[in-house]
């Protein structure tokens, strides 16, 4: 594991060791890097890692800020950990995340949860260490939630996988859309340094990783504030070039940004996966411009058919909003009419949650609740239904497949995933785990392939 990076930017006693940490994180795939740079922080402090919160010496919930219902299970968990505090009263809860970012819910969370010691915010993850050590020797609750982006290049980092790591390449977002919180939580965009991700990069394949995925809200933004300018497909093209990993992903692409020239990337780079997490959100232009996503439905087909016709087997999956304010009959059937004609592979749909200071909050939602699940089931029954279609082509194919280990249904089972981003079981040993496999699908289902081992790769 890669606890190596750079020191922390504050110098704090081992006040960890004999004691035990858990991070419980929500949210998206940067919340999941957050949590391992917290890790890797907290190891090096002297704190170990467990999994049974009545071990654990300090609890760190990672919050997600999206939709109301993350915040919610925080309030949830929150509640239930008072009798931990009672138990053991040297325990410290920290709050962290895009949620504790803003104002009002910090400060909900400090004054409605008395026993929380910590709320730190995105950019108070350098000071981690110096937090935590003031939270055990103050009695009333610390909240830093300075938006104050120093600090964050070079932090320590462990990543959870032995093959796979997660390498942000910018942070931030600077789109606005109607209803995200992210740039008010995570701020404006920061590309990182061409020369700061490969010197990072380069030290991951060192220690033996076969297979990263380069993170942002838009990565397709990339390079944009940069004094030399580089583009994000120039960055994965060079890093097709030099690194000797077997794979190489991405995520998340906004369409408004997504140029033929990432397309002729893609389709030239033997490392690179062909799958694109190409969020929609909606299929009528009318909500389009609502939402202030700055392409429209014709623009979006085009991209589709345009990755389709240049990558063959490309994988295209996507994000829906499902009753966004003032959405009508016809807008709902425009997003239905886009889903079938694009045919994700898959997608993730959600109901509209109002998110406070956003523009989409101050809009008049007049679409009953009952009416937006049941577009919503509507919307997931069409999605099911292609997502089958689409894994029943793979049957009888041999794919390469990315061993994760052992199914957490079944140890019998392993699972892994193929260049397309689709989850396989196989019955086969632990050994596989981080090892390419070819595997022969002879089932398919709506969410996942099963299938049998026919060889290893490596």
Request: glycine share 6%; net charge neutral.
């Amino acid at each position: 594991m890669n606890l190596q990076a750079q020191e922390t930017t504050v110098q704090v006693p081992q006040f960890g060791k004999g004691k035990k940490y858990l991070i419980i994180t929500l949210g998206c795939q940067m919340n999941e890097h957050d949590s391992e740079v917290m890790s890797a922080m907290l190891e090096n402090l002297g704190y170990l890692p467990t999994e049974s919160l009545e071990e654990a010496d300090l609890i760190i919930i990672n919050t997600c800020a999206v939709r109301k219902k993350p915040e919610d299970k925080v309030a949830s968990m929150l509640g239930k950990y008072y009798s931990l505090k009672k138990k053991k009263e040297d325990l410290i809860i920290a709050v962290g995340g895009c949620m504790t970012q803003q104002e009002d819910s910090a400060y909900y969370i400090k004054n409605r949860f008395k026993k929380v010691d910590l709320v730190f915010g995105t950019h108070a993850l350098p000071r981690l260490p110096h937090l935590l050590d003031q939270a055990r020797k103050n009695k009333e609750p610390i909240v830093d939630i300075k938006e104050d982006y120093a600090g964050r290049e070079g932090l320590p980092v462990k990543p959870i996988s032995s093959y796979h790591a997660w390498v942000p390449i910018i942070y931030g977002c600077n789109n606005f859309c109607a209803y995200c919180v992210v740039p008010y939580v995570r701020g404006r965009e920061r590309s990182r340094e061409f020369n700061d991700i490969i010197s990072e990069i380069k030290s991951l394949e060192r220690q033996g990783y076969k297979e990263i995925t380069l993170l942002g809200q838009n990565v397709n933004s990339y390079g944009q504030d940069l004094p030399e300018k580089i583009t994000f497909a120039e960055l994965l093209g060079e890093l097709n070039r030099i690194t000797g990993f077997n794979r190489i992903r991405f995520m998340t692409s906004h369409p408004k940004d997504l140029s033929p020239e990432l397309i002729e990337t893609v389709k030239r780079g033997e490392k690179i996966c062909e799958h694109f997490h190409l969020p929609v959100q909606a299929g009528s232009n009318r909500i389009l411009e609502k939402m202030n996503r700055r392409y429209t439905r014709e623009h979006y087909l085009q991209l589709a058919s345009d990755l389709k016709s240049a990558i063959p087997g490309v994988s295209i999956t996507s994000d829906i909003i499902v009753g966004f304010p003032g959405e009508g009959e016809a807008d709902f059937a425009d997003t239905l009419d886009l889903i079938e004609k694009v045919r994700f592979d898959s997608a993730f749909a959600f109901i509209y949650s109002p998110r406070k200071g956003t523009r989409a909050a101050r809009m008049e939602d007049n679409v009953d609740y009952k009416e937006k699940e049941r577009r919503l089931q509507q919307l997931n029954q069409v999605q099911q239904k292609i997502s089958k279609e689409e894994n029943d082509r793979l049957v009888g194919e041999v794919l390469e497949v990315m061993v994760e280990g052992p199914s957490k249904n079944d140890p019998k089972m392993q699972t892994g995933r193929t260049r397309t981003n689709k989850l396989v079981h196989f019955p086969g040993s632990t050994e596989l785990t981080g090892k390419l496999a070819t595997v022969k699908i002879t089932e398919a289902r709506t969410w996942n392939l099963f299938g049998e081992l026919k060889g290893v790769v490596d």
